[in-house]
């Protein structure tokens, strides 16, 4: 993970994101891809196999959103 980005606030639906463990809103975000066998099992029909992961610049908890 490259730990020199800054950490930026994120818009999540209608407002900004939060992190759910220590109130948090800045975040790194990273681009993971997901494994076809994964998205297989949770029943992903996604034209791109990519999740975006919010990791808290806080606490590191990391929040998965599939858009
Ligand atoms: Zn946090």
Known sequence: MNTTKRPRSVDFRNGA??????KNDRFYKEQIKIDNMIAQVMNLHRPR????????????HEHWMLD
Do not use: V
């Open 49 to 60: 196999p990519y999740a975006n992961c919010y990791i808290c610049s806080k606490c590191k």
């Open 17 to 22: 994101l939060i992190c759910t463990m220590c």
